[in-house]
């Protein structure tokens, strides 16, 4: 097989140390590392996503593939270019205010991250203004909000009605997740995307960015 379907295979894996020996082979065979990631790891992800969505892979599959793929950017991201690491597309992170969960929010960022994407984690608890200063302070595409309690759910509508009071929905896509979360709630409170997966929501982002 090709240095880039051994790639694909070594992430479906999810080992690691297989992937890192892959990647070094085609840095070695004189591939730009954007490509690697365009036509290597985020393919990858993706094919990994869609496992998940379909039943195929479960959780612990989908963190040991991410892991995997985190590896390798982390090999392939100082040997960007200046423009195709400022290209890259940004997104913020957050659990919102009253809400400690954090597992959702970790898997869209290695989700997000696998394909990609710089990642701010702004953590958990997090407050509409938090939020808000974050997006303008990282100067972000995207903000996804991840809410895993009926009782904190709303803080979610809060973070779009303080961006639009800011005048800065406009500029940023928002994401909303988590268990008690559904389509209409999403588009009830304004959301640009529901996301019933992290893989989901980055494939409906991908048509929007």
Do not use: W
Not at 172 to 182: C, D, F, K, M, S
Request: proline share 3%; glycine share 8%.
């Amino acid at each position: 097989m090709s240095n880039f379907e051994e790639l694909k295979e070594s992430i479906m894996d999810g080992d690691e140390e297989r992937t890192i020996e892959v990647v070094d082979r085609l840095l070695e065979s004189g591939e730009d590392p954007e490509k690697i990631i365009d036509e290597g790891i985020v393919p990858s992800m993706r094919a990994v996503g869609e496992k998940f969505d379909s039943g195929e892979y479960f959780i612990p599959d989908m963190l040991v593939s991410a892991d995997a793929s985190q590896a390798a950017l982390e090999k392939l991201e100082p040997l960007l270019s200046t423009e195709s690491a400022e290209k890259s597309d940004k997104a913020v992170f957050a659990t919102v205010q009253g809400d400690q969960h954090d597992i959702g929010k970790n898997l869209a960022i290695m989700t997000f991250k696998g394909a990609g994407y710089r990642v701010k984690d702004l953590g958990t608890d997090v407050s509409p203004e938090e939020v808000v200063e974050a997006v303008k302070e990282f100067n972000a595409d995207v903000v996804g909000l991840s809410a895993l309690l009926t009782t904190t759910m709303e803080v979610q509508r809060e973070v779009i009605e303080v961006l639009d009071g800011d005048g800065v929905r406009d500029e940023v896509l928002v994401a909303v997740g988590g268990a008690p979360v559904t389509e209409e709630y999403a588009d009830d409170i304004g959301a640009d995307v529901y996301g019933d997966s992290p893989f989901e929501a980055l494939n409906k982002l991908d048509d929007l960015v």
